[in-house]
């Protein structure tokens, strides 16, 4: 079946040690997302990829950036994890970047700070 | 400023008791209306997608309807599989396809 998967599901650092999150696909869809959600909280996007083209939400703190080496992978890298970045990291994607288009999303990462 | 709300925080039903879930919005330009359902520690779930005012999508146990202002979830006797945070998320154009989410409704059904 196609899917999105998330690796590790669940990821424990160090406050400051570095952290990359993986997501893949197999849908061939053209745009990924990374969202950030926090306990009984609702996701936040953090950014996205169409195609090739990063796209950052104003509001996206410097430590996190990420990198699409090709159309089916997608990494979240947390430069140097706070306690307040403990959270779960979704990734999703969507067909195309037009309206209207439903975003598909992973099983997610938990992150813990330590 | 683009807003969602949904309402309640939280929902108890008994097994068969049918309700509804409420989600609000206030954006500029909608793009689509979309329902999730969340599990306890996994990704949010897709259910639907609603365009236009008057719209209305059925699965299952479940029927999402969309008016200009509001979408509601109705559940008709739920089991307690059905038991799930129900995020509802509004697509505005900004960028390539922003999802705006509300809240969500932690919604549990006992047998």
């Known amino acids: 079946d196609a899917m999105v998967i998330q690796n590790p599901r669940y990821q424990v650092t160090q406050f400051g040690k570095p952290v990359t999150l993986s997501c893949s696909q197999t849908?061939?869809?053209?745009?990924m997302y990374w969202y950030q959600q926090k306990s009984s909280q609702a996701p936040k996007l953090l950014f996205h990829?169409?195609?090739?083209?990063?796209?950052n939400e104003a509001d996206t703190p410097d430590n996190f950036q990420s990198r699409r080496p090709n159309t089916s992978f997608c990494f979240l890298d947390i430069r140097s994890p706070g306690l307040g970045d403990a959270a779960m990291y979704l990734c999703a994607t969507s067909k195309q970047a037009g309206g209207g288009e439903t975003q598909y999303f992973g099983p997610g990462t938990r992150l813990l700070v330590l | 400023e683009d807003q969602v709300t949904q309402s309640p925080e939280a929902l108890r039903l008994q097994e068969g008791e049918s309700s509804s879930l409420n989600c609000s919005y206030t954006?500029?330009?909608?793009?689509?209306l979309f329902w999730y359902r969340q599990d306890p520690g996994k990704g949010p779930e897709f259910l639907f997608t609603l365009y236009s005012a008057g719209e209305e999508k059925e699965k299952e146990r479940l029927k999402a309807t969309l008016t200009k202002k509001e979408s509601f979830l109705h559940i008709t006797a739920p089991k307690p599989e059905d038991s799930a945070t129900y995020l509802c998320a509004v697509q505005i154009p900004q960028g390539a396809q922003k999802l705006v989410f509300g809240q969500g409704t932690r919604l549990t059904i006992n047998p």
């Open positions: 849908l061939n869809h053209n745009v």
């Open positions: 954006v500029s330009g909608l793009r689509g």
């Open positions: 990829y169409y195609d090739k083209d990063f796209n």
